[in-house]
């Protein structure tokens, strides 16, 4: 079984992984194997081409024992389940903004985490979804949440807790559609 760790870009998927261990960087695959299709010079980003990042991680996961964990913001394309990390939207814009973001790829990625786009899309093309609320936790926090779920899916458990839909932040002070500035 393949397993995405994903969210909009600064929700924590990438730290949280690292403290777990033996997971699958998807966007380095992507660019160290040449799993893309151009740039997209306005997004400063790798145009993937999914279909051959498909094809890569499934064979990488048919030579795997058990589950094969990978991380990125499109890994809930190429996945099996998905763990979606949330952040509230205005936390999300200070973090992206302390990485040196444009205006333009912060708003669009805090409007896309408003909006629950990541989370729209896991549901769409995984059997089974899972959501953390990231906003306050510390990297240990999520890191642990993860490795509950992992656990749980490896012992072939449910777990509760994490149903998808239980985010919201178009009812949020934490919104950024409460303050968004459309000229950025």
């Known amino acids: ?3 995405g760790i994903t969210g909009t870009p600064g929700t ?3 730290s949280a992984s ?3 261990g033996g997971v699958l960087d998807l966007n ?3 660019k160290d194997g040449g799993l893309y299709r151009g740039i997209d010079e306005a997004r400063d980003s790798l145009v993937a081409d999914m279909d051959a990042v ?3 991680v499934c ?3 048919d030579v795997r024992d058990g589950n094969l964990v990978i991380e990125g913001h499109l890994s809930h394309h190429v996945s099996d389940s998905a763990i979606v990390l949330r952040l509230a939207p205005d936390e999300l ?3 992206l903004m302390a990485r040196g973001y444009s205006g333009a790829k912060i708003s669009e990625n805090a409007l896309a985490e408003a909006v629950d786009v990541i989370l729209v899309e896991a549901l769409d093309w995984c059997d089974k979804v899972y959501e953390i609320d990231t906003t306050g936790k510390t990297v240990e926090e999520v890191a642990d949440a993860i490795q509950g779920i992992l656990d749980a899916i490896g012992r072939g458990i449910k777990i509760d807790g994490y149903e998808p839909g239980s985010v919201d932040w178009l009812e949020s002070e934490a919104s950024c559609l409460v303050n968004f500035d459309y000229d950025r």
């Open 28 to 30: 380095e695959l992507i």
């Open 93 to 95: 814009e200070k973090r």
């Open 1 to 3: 079984m393949i397993i």
């Open 18 to 20: 690292a403290l777990i």
């Open 54 to 56: 498909y094809d890569r």
């Open 12 to 14: 924590g998927k990438t």
């Open 59 to 61: 064979g990488i996961a």
